[in-house]
């Protein structure tokens, strides 16, 4: 059977129809989760912070004038919700990129490639951070990822290259890879 389109689901879930709008939540919830893991570093609150998202989006969705624009539009629900839920939480959560987690041995958790290559995406700007996880934790493709964020395929081509080699640059820094 094919896949309905988005836009026939959102304007079927608009009006009412809720198992429509449970065909959008499970299209767009790992990408909603991807999308909130880029800002959060922490797989539960980025599950609840999609999770908020579709309850917002529920409430909202008859509100949405562009049905064609609804990925995009849950994605910014869920960017807010995601930095909303880090700044009620930033005490709590460690992800600053100079600590380290620490297992009952005072060893460091994992491998320091490892971390090298979480350091990097901390540093990457949150918009191509989120390229990155959507490609490569998600394995989505540029199609839907440029419908998830209602981007053209050239620019995540182009925030995937950027953020490659600025990752590659932080790893030769910190002594892996070739020659500096």
């Not at 009952?104 to 951070?129: F, I, K, N, S």
Request: charged share 30%; net charge neutral; hydrophobic share 40%.
């Amino acid at each position: 059977m094919p896949e309905r389109p988005q836009t026939d689901l959102v304007e079927a879930a608009a009006n009412g129809d809720q198992s429509s709008f449970t065909l959008l939540c499970r299209r767009y919830y790992p990408a909603l989760v991807a999308i909130a893991h880029s800002i959060i570093a922490d797989s539960h609150l980025a599950e609840d912070a999609a999770q908020q998202a579709l309850a917002a989006a529920a409430v909202r969705l008859p509100q949405l004038r562009e049905k064609s624009r609804f990925a995009a539009w849950v994605a910014a629900i869920c960017r807010n919700e995601a930095r909303d839920l880090l700044a009620r939480r930033r005490p709590m959560l460690r992800i600053d990129s100079a600590e380290a987690v620490e297992d009952d041995d005072g060893q460091r958790d994992g491998d320091d490639r490892v971390e090298a290559v979480r350091q990097a995406l901390r540093a990457l700007p949150d918009e191509t951070r989120e390229v990155v996880y959507l490609r490569y934790y998600q394995a989505m493709t540029y199609e839907h990822i440029s419908a998830v964020l209602g981007l053209s395929e050239q620019a995540i081509n182009g925030r995937l290259r950027r953020a490659k080699k600025t990752i590659a640059e932080h790893l030769r820094r910190q002594g892996y890879g070739g020659a500096p």
